[in-house]
T-cell receptor, first 111, second 115 residues
């Protein structure tokens, strides 16, 4: 049973436009959420995180939004660049335990 | 720092053979994680260690899988005997601790193909 769901396996966006990647979770005990980015033939790298006490966290072109009532978070990339093309993993944790990852969404930014 | 080092990067083996994957975590990190990535299941945690002690191996799919961490700078994941369904990319990651606020640093992965 997938506790962290990324229902869109892939997404294509034009360069300069906004990319929105979505993630849903089922475990109401999750209180910390992260996004990792993965390029081909490399391991995932940490991108941005958010605690459940917040509803938004911003880091440059990347913003993560958390809607606890809907058990939904999203990653916004503005503006999207070709170098953003990668697989993005959503992850969550209930606290002092390791992360639970989603299946990932492949983002393609078209020049 | 060299980051997390994994070897081999690629492994092709025949069904029934033993496979050993190796990982050297970042120096000073106390926690080590083994993950498996497949198209069907995404990135799933197999086992993790804290201070060289296995904490949770509930993600290990079967008794054919075993992992060890004999010291702070080395860990192995062994599959014996291997099966075609074990084909996947296996990642090792390390962090200062197991809390989610402690960033996990991933190695480049070992791509395993079992024929």
């Amino acid at each position: 049973d997938q506790q962290v769901k990324q229902n869109s396996p892939s997404l294509s966006v034009q360069e300069g436009r906004i990319s929105i990647l979505n993630c849903d979770y089922t475990n109401s005990m999750f209180d910390y959420f992260l996004w990792y980015k993965k390029y081909p033939a490399e391991g995932p790298t940490f991108l941005i995180s958010i605690s459940s006490i917040k509803d938004k966290n911003e880091d440059g072109r990347f913003t993560v939004f958390l809607n606890k009532s809907a058990k939904h978070l999203s990653l916004h990339i503005v503006p999207s660049q070709p170098g953003d093309s990668a697989v993005y993993f959503c992850a969550a944790s209930p606290g002092n335990t390791p992360l639970v990852f989603g299946k990932g969404t492949r983002l393609s930014v078209i020049a | 720092d060299a980051g997390v080092i994994q070897s081999p990067r690629h492994e092709v083996t025949e069904m029934g053979q033993e496979v050993t994957l190796r990982c050297k975590p970042i120096s000073g990190h106390n926690s080590l994680f083994w993950y498996r990535q497949t198209m069907m299941r995404g990135l799933e945690l197999l086992i993790y260690f804290n201070n060289n002690v296995p904490i949770d191996d509930s993600g290990m799919p079967e008794d054919r899988f075993s992992a060890k961490m004999p010291n702070a700078s080395f860990s192995t994941l062994k599959i014996q005997p291997s099966e075609p369904r074990d084909s996947a990319v296996y990642f090792c990651a390390s962090s200062l601790g197991v809390r989610p606020q402690e960033t996990q640093y991933f190695g480049p992965g070992t791509r395993l193909l079992v024929l």
